[in-house]
């Protein structure tokens, strides 16, 4: 009965890190978009377009690490 409980609560830390994972991608996105949108491009410096290009890696990132979680979760269910 222990194991089931200890199933439930992994799963559930797997959930919430994935709900985490998934709103600061969106948030990145929505960051990402609205800037490459509102600004011409002959406007952004090397930096700027670095510092996207930075926040572009991190959005990969959270969502790479939103599947992984996902597969685990996918796992912990038996499938």
Same mark, same amino acid.
């Given at each position: 009965?222990?194991?089931?409980?200890?199933?439930?609560?992994?799963?559930? +830390?797997?959930?919430? #890190?994935?709900? $985490?994972?998934?709103? @600061?991608?969106? =948030? &990145?996105?929505?960051?990402?978009?609205?800037? /490459? +949108?509102?600004?011409? #491009?002959?406007? $952004?410096?090397?930096? @700027?377009?670095? =510092? &996207?290009?930075?926040?572009?890696?991190?959005? /990969?990132?959270?969502?790479?690490?939103?599947?992984?979680?996902?597969? @685990?979760?996918?796992? &912990?269910?038996?499938?």
């Amino acid at each position: 009965m222990g194991g089931s409980a200890d199933d439930a609560e992994e799963a559930s +830390s797997v959930l919430a #890190r994935t709900r $985490l994972l998934v709103g @600061e991608a969106h =948030a &990145l996105t929505y960051a990402l978009v609205m800037v /490459l +949108s509102s600004t011409p #491009r002959e406007e $952004l410096t090397s930096e @700027e377009i670095d =510092a &996207l290009c930075q926040v572009a890696y991190e959005l /990969l990132n959270k969502l790479s690490q939103a599947a992984d979680c996902c597969a @685990e979760s996918s796992e &912990l269910q038996g499938g």
